[in-house]
């Protein structure tokens, strides 16, 4: 079982930047591929970012392509998510992930294990 806590969430205005944290517990954590993903109210959850065991391999979204970088310390079982020059349809509640597999997954039912968000907010 692995069970993950995101923080750092919070409001800031449009141009912005916030840097969302993802702990995880147990000891198997350098060898899970790590995903953030978002959602907006009355919509569906969607990739945001992933992260491959290593770190070696990441991707992102075309809409945050440029302006986010995600990042881990597997020493410190953690992932993170570096949002630059935030919009305001950036706004939604961030969810961390893991996924046995390692790799670079895009869609939801890959992962394995998801923590409960943190609330972005942009301002205009």
Do not use: H
């Not at 350098?30 to 959850?45: D, L, T, V």
């Not at 935030?86 to 390692?102: F, G, H, I, N």
């Amino acid at each position: 079982q692995v069970q993950l806590v995101e923080s750092g969430g919070g409001l800031v205005q449009a141009g912005g930047s916030l840097r969302l944290s993802c702990a995880a517990s147990g000891r198997t954590f350098s060898s899970y591929g790590m995903g953030w993903f978002r959602q907006a109210p009355g919509k569906e959850r969607e990739f945001v970012a992933a992260i491959n065991w290593s770190g070696g391999i990441t991707d992102y979204a075309d809409s945050v392509k440029g302006r986010f970088t995600i990042s881990r310390d597997n020493a410190k079982n953690t992932v993170y998510l570096q949002m630059n020059s935030l919009k305001p349809e950036d706004t939604a509640v961030y969810y961390c992930a893991a996924q046995r597999s390692a790799g670079i997954y895009y869609a939801r039912g890959m992962y394995d294990y998801w923590g409960r968000g943190t609330q972005v907010t942009v301002s205009s």
